[in-house]
């Protein structure tokens, strides 16, 4: 059974920083790519950061140069290292694993991706 449970979420000041975790169990596979979403209220889920098995990393533009994306394969963990956040930052935080190609999950987004986690807040103030 598939598990992704993120963590690291709160409540942060403006211009601060902080680093949510996606902790993925029985997930057997060796070539997938992942990623992290958002959803603010009365607002469709969106792209914040695709890696794929290679470790090509993809950004969505509001982000770019603020946030990062890592993954650690020893520990099965997804990463996601948050700095100079702003109020609109502000949303749920998903993180989700697809067996689809790379360039599939970089073209295709939240379509491409069939398993996720519950999410984890981060209200920016």
């Known amino acids: 059974h598939v598990q992704l449970v993120e963590s690291g979420g709160g409540s942060v000041q403006a211009g601060g920083s902080t680093r949510l975790s996606c902790a993925i169990s029985?997930?057997?596979?060796?070539?997938?790519?992942m990623g992290w979403f958002r959803q603010a209220p009365g607002k469709e889920r969106e792209v914040v950061a695709l890696v794929g098995s290679g470790g090509r990393t993809n950004y969505a533009d509001s982000v770019k140069g603020r946030f990062t994306i890592s993954k650690d394969n020893a520990k099965n963990t997804l990463y996601l290292q948050m700095n100079m956040l702003e109020t609109e930052d502000t949303a749920m935080y998903y993180c989700?694993?697809?067996?689809?190609?790379?360039?599939?999950?970089?073209?295709?987004?939240?379509?491409?991706?069939?398993?996720w986690g519950q999410g984890t807040q981060v209200t920016v103030s």
């Open positions: 029985g997930w057997t596979y060796s070539s997938y790519c």
């Open positions: 989700a694993a697809s067996l689809a190609s790379d360039n599939w999950c970089y073209e295709n987004g939240a379509a491409a991706f069939t398993t």
